[in-house]
């Protein structure tokens, strides 16, 4: 794991891929809880049945499940100990190129984007690939933004 202790540190590491999670399977269960959290029940997802019958042979994740693994697999990968609070500030750019079938494994790799100075601290932006085992597309794409306040 990557601990970033200072400002400089993180400002340092501009461009480097910072490190990889551990995999983690996708299971129906953990699908079908981010359904009832969310109430999307769309049937590709939970319909074990039906979805046999549909376009990937299978249910597969929704992908904001895929991107709320987010802060949990960058956890694995880096932490951060500057003083002060880190905050998410948002998104510029999420896609899913590719689906997550349940039963597959997904890790992370982690990227430092940008570091940009503002009054009350630093913008990090980081550059996440969420990786499908085997498969040579990925399942998301995602650049994160995260203030960490002086």
Not at 28 to 46: E, L, N
Request: hydrophobic share 40%; with cysteine.
């Amino acid at each position: 794991m990557r601990v970033f202790s200072t400002f400089e540190e993180i400002e340092g590491s501009v461009g480097e891929e910072i490190g990889t999670s551990d995999w983690v399977e996708i299971t129906q269960d953990r699908v079908d809880q981010f359904a009832d959290a969310t109430g999307d029940h769309q049937w590709i997802h939970v319909d074990v049945e039906r979805a046999k019958e549909g376009p990937f042979g299978g249910t597969i994740a929704h992908g904001y499940l895929t991107l709320s693994l987010l802060p949990w697999l960058g956890s694995q990968v880096f932490d951060v100990n500057a003083p002060g609070a880190m905050l998410n500030y948002g998104l510029n750019k999420v896609r899913f190129p590719n689906p997550v079938k349940v039963g597959s494994r997904v890790r992370a790799k982690v990227a430092v984007g940008e570091v940009t100075e503002i009054p009350a601290g630093r913008q990090l932006t980081l550059r996440y690939v969420i990786e499908i085992e085997g498969q040579d597309k990925p399942a998301c794409v995602a650049e994160t933004v995260v203030l960490l306040l002086s």
